[in-house]
T-cell receptor
Framework: ETGVTQTPRHLVMGMTNKKSLKCEQHLGHNAMYWYKQSAKKPLELMFV???????ENNSVPSRFSPECPNSSHLFLHLHTLQPEDSALYLC???????????????FGPGTRLTVT | GQNIDQPTEMTATEGAIVQINCTYQ??????LFWYQQHAGEAPTFLSYNVLDGLEEKGRFSSFLSRSKGYSYLLLKELQMKDSASYLC??????????WGAGTKLIIKP
């Protein structure tokens, strides 16, 4: 595997379900990110991890819970979601994660989440 | 507040040239990125500008004017595979990316 991978690619869940999204990067990067992408809206940064430490939490509701066990893996645990949480959830990684301008982010293919 | 503006949609003809504009207002500036995103796929990096001027990379060029808070992405010799959304993103003083909503580019034969 190369680059950034995400599983599952598609997920349909009810509002009472608990599920997890998984992201793995094979690039040796130090920073990982979760984004939410809704149609015709800017990418919304949810969480940032640098060297496994969470450095950003942009007022994300507690029904989204991130976990970063090591620099290569990132999870997003979901529970009691709302229909408006339906979106594409993108994971990304970058070499530095802060303090560097040209810190290009590499994205995974995303998980298309539908909450019913 | 911080804001990135870019057109929602543009249409161009195969073989032609198209310019996608982006204006930004951010607290501080540490560079501007352009990403390409094909439908159903991940965004992929195209360019990074931090100094004023034009950066050329094959058929794609990106321009930055920091005094005007303005950038554009220029695509030459358009091909059908260039049909995609183009995302402008600005890095603020905290090195956080502020994203535009993207410009959907439609290429017609």
């Amino acid at each position: 595997e190369t680059g950034v991978t995400q599983t599952p690619r598609h997920l349909v869940m009810g509002m009472t379900n608990k599920k997890s999204l998984k992201c793995e990067q094979h690039l040796g990067h130090n920073a990982m990110y979760w984004y939410k992408q809704s149609a015709k809206k800017p990418l919304e940064l949810m969480f940032v991890y640098n060297f496994k430490e969470q450095t950003e939490n942009n007022s994300v509701p507690s029904r989204f819970s991130p976990e970063c066990p090591n620099s290569s893996h990132l999870f997003l645990h979901l529970h009691t979601l709302q229909p408006e949480d339906s979106a594409l959830y993108l994971c990304a990684s970058s070499q530095e994660g802060g303090g560097q301008g040209n810190d290009e982010q590499y994205f995974g293919p995303g998980t298309r989440l539908t909450v019913t | 507040g911080q804001n990135i503006d870019q057109p929602t949609e543009m249409t161009a003809t195969e073989g032609a040239i198209v310019q996608i504009n982006c204006t930004y207002q951010t607290s501080g500036f540490n560079g501007l990125f352009w990403y390409q995103q094909h439908a159903g796929e991940a965004p992929t990096f195209l360019s990074y500008n931090v100094l004023d001027g034009l950066e050329e990379k094959g058929r794609f060029s990106s321009f930055l004017s920091r005094s005007k808070g303005y950038s554009y992405l220029l695509l030459k010799e358009l091909q059908m595979k260039d049909s995609a959304s183009y995302l402008c993103a600005c890095m603020d003083s905290n090195y956080q990316l502020i994203w535009g909503a993207g410009t959907k580019l439609i290429i017609k034969p």
